[in-house]
C-alpha cells in the first residue's frame, strides 16, 4: 500500500472522500485557491533554485510568478486579477522577509519514499536549511490565511512524516519543522520527539488496516462544501437526485421557513426574557403582570456531584462499583478519533445497546456562494 500526508489526512477527515479521489480516482475539478497555491509554491521554488547564495531581485520574483502563474480554475479574468495581484503581494512581503538572509537550500522539492511498518508513504518536502548552528529546518509553505493554534502546529501529521522521512532518508532529526504561512508571512514552528514518531507509525498503521478492510463510511466534516464528490456522497446525494415525488422538496422547503422562524421567535423569547429578568431582579420582584397575562421568576439551582468525595464514601462499603457508568459520549469520541485497532473498534461498536432508537430533523442551513 501507498500512502502520504494528502491521502492519509484526507482518509482521516472522510473516508469515502478518500475513496473517490484515490481508489476510484475520480477527476477533481481546478479552483481559484490550489492554481493560487501551485502558483506560489512553484514561484518560490524558482526564486530558492539558484547555485549561489545571494537573492534575486524582487523583480525577479514578480517576474518568475508571471512565468509560472496557473490559470486554470479561474471563471473569468475579472476573478483571476485580484489573486494575481495579490499573490505579487505575497511575494514582495516575503522577499522582504527572507532576501537578507537567503541561502542555498540543503534540499529542495525533494520527493522521498519511506516504509512505515510494511505500508509504503511518499511525499515531497518545500525545502529543507542548514542552519548556522550546523543543524537543519524542514520548511512547508502554506497558503491558508488562518494560522491555526500552536497545539495544531505540534500534532500536525505532515510534519511528523516530513521528520521521519528526514530521518530515514538522511539519517538527521531536524532541529525544526516550520509551517510557513505565506498570506500572513508568519512561521509556525515545533519538533518531534522520537516517542511523537512513534504515535505516527501507529497512525499510518491503523489507516492501512482500515483502507484494506474497506471502511469508507462518509463523514461530513467543515470542507464537505468544497468537495468534488458531493453528487456521489449519501450525505449530499438528494441535493442531485431529481427523481422522486416532485412535493417532497416543497415539503422540506416549507419545513425549512417553519424552522427558520421558530429560530427567530426564540431569539426573541431570549432577549425578551433577559429585559423580564433584569427588571425583576432590579425591584425585587417575583411575578411580573402584562395584559394578556403573567411571568413567574423561578430559581433552580443545578448541583453536580463530586466523584472523588462519592469514592471516598463507598469504596469502604465496597459499593462504589455500582455507581460506575460508560460515558457514551466519550467513548463514541474515542472511536471517532481512530486510535483504536479495528478489531477492538467493531467489538466496541457492537457492544453498544441501542435503548431507544429516534429520528430528529436539524436544520441544516446552504451556503450556496460555494456550490
Known amino acids: 500500500m501507498r500512502l502520504s500526508y494528502s491521502s492519509i489526512s484526507t482518509y482521516e477527515r472522510c473516508p469515502a472522500q478518500f475513496r473517490f479521489q484515490y481508489e476510484d480516482r475520480l477527476p477533481t475539478a481546478p479552483s481559484p485557491a490550489l492554481s493560487f497555491g501551485s502558483s ?10 539558484r547555485p549561489v547564495p545571494v537573492a534575486p531581485p524582487v523583480e525577479e520574483l514578480l517576474e518568475i510568478l508571471d512565468d509560472v502563474w496557473v490559470s486554470e480554475g479561474f471563471r473569468t479574468p475579472e476573478e483571476e486579477t485580484p489573486y494575481r495581484e495579490h499573490g505579487r503581494q505575497v511575494l514582495r512581503q516575503y522577499h522582504l522577509d527572507n532576501a537578507a538572509d537567503y541561502r542555498i537550500p540543503a534540499a529542495l522539492e525533494h520527493y522521498f519514499s519511506i516504509d512505515v511498518d510494511g505500508v509504503t508513504v511518499s511525499g515531497v518536502i518545500d525545502r529543507m536549511d542548514r542552519l548556522p548552528g550546523g543543524g537543519y529546518e524542514i520548511i512547508d509553505y502554506k497558503t491558508s490565511r488562518r494560522l491555526p493554534p ?3 502546529i505540534e500534532e500536525d501529521l505532515q510534519l511528523s512524516i516530513y521528520a521521519l522521512a528526514a ?3 538522511w539519517g538527521i532529526e531536524p532541529e525544526r519543522l516550520t509551517l510557513y504561512y505565506l498570506l500572513p508571512g508568519q512561521r509556525m514552528t515545533t519538533t518531534r520527539s522520537p516517542a511523537r514518531l512513534d504515535e505516527l507509525r501507529g497512525k499510518v498503521a491503523s ?3 482500515r483502507i484494506e478492510a474497506g471502511r469508507f463510511e462518509a463523514r461530513e466534516n467543515r470542507l464537505c462544501d468544497w468537495c468534488d464528490f458531493q453528487a456521489r456522497c449519501p450525505v449530499f446525494r438528494h441535493r442531485y437526485e431529481e427523481d422522486g415525488p416532485p412535493r417532497i422538496r416543497e415539503t422540506i422547503d416549507e419545513w425549512v421557513r417553519l424552522k427558520r422562524e421558530d429560530r427567530e421567535r426564540w431569539r426573541r423569547l431570549e432577549e425578551l426574557g433577559a429585559t423580564i429578568r433584569a427588571y425583576a431582579e432590579e425591584h425585587g420582584l417575583k411575578r411580573l403582570y402584562g395584559t394578556e397575562g403573567a411571568v413567574s421568576l423561578v430559581r433552580r439551582v443545578e448541583q453536580a456531584i463530586d466523584p472523588e468525595r462519592v ?4 469504596e469502604p462499603l465496597g459499593r462504589y462499583e455500582e455507581v460506575l457508568t460508560v460515558d457514551p459520549r466519550a467513548l463514541g469520541e474515542m472511536i471517532e478519533r481512530r486510535e483504536l485497532p479495528p478489531d477492538v473498534e467493531d467489538a466496541l461498536l457492537t457492544s453498544r445497546e441501542a435503548v431507544r432508537v429516534t429520528t430528529a430533523l436539524h436544520l441544516r442551513e446552504l451556503d450556496r456562494s460555494r456550490r
Open 40 to 49: 506560489l509554491h512553484e514561484a518560490l521554488h524558482r526564486f530558492h533554485d
Open 150 to 152: 500552536k497545539r495544531v
Open 167 to 169: 530521518r530515514e532518508v
Open 207 to 209: 489507516v492501512a488496516e
Open 311 to 314: 469514592r471516598e464514601l463507598l
